[in-house]
């Protein structure tokens, strides 16, 4: 295995692990713990920190050592509101523009979340939906749009793990809100897709601020600790 595919099994792997909760907000995390956990060099590592810390999902001093920023009700709430106003706006476009290539994979990715919710496959439901809004940004065509809402993304799809955690039913009801945009897309009518995107975001927001805000006054949400996948073999320099 290169450099480059080791570097990037790390980044993909600590991105999965942080987005479903495996390290808890503030916790230090060492390139040397973090290479032992995933059995790599601390190159790789190094390489992954900086792009997650890119990301906004770590906050570091320097190369060698980084923390999980914490997820506040402010951070949370923010990002939705920007979110239903830049994403709902690409969803428009895509009503209006996309091709029936895009509109195809948008068909395939809300039938793999009915899927998922169906069987109660979180992380399969929760790969689904982080491809529905990829897609959206995809085949919308706006660059611009799409790197701001790159930061957002962050938080919400951290929230989303905890949200599924916490309420795994909510897994169905967003299916067939995503059901219901995808409707209006396929219909190109661009207004009305808009609106129900919006409207999903909204009660997402609510809800998820409001369990927050109740459960949580005093500092940020727990974290559900899962697994961190091994590699086989140390790869790479250091």
Known sequence: MTQASVSE???????AAILRGRYAPGERLTSVRLANELNVSRTPIRAALARLKSEGLVDSSDGHAAWIPPLTVEVVE????IAEALESMLVARVAAVASEEGVEQLRATVAAMERAAEDGDQAAWAEADERFHHLIEVWAGRALAASMLERVGTVIDRVRFLSLNLHPEGASLSAREHRGVLEAIESRDAEAARERHAAHLRRVREENVTFLRQSFPLGSPPVAVAPIPRATTKESTE
């Open 9 to 15: 099994q790390a980044y993909q792997t600590l991105r």
């Open 78 to 81: 923010e990002a939705y509101e």
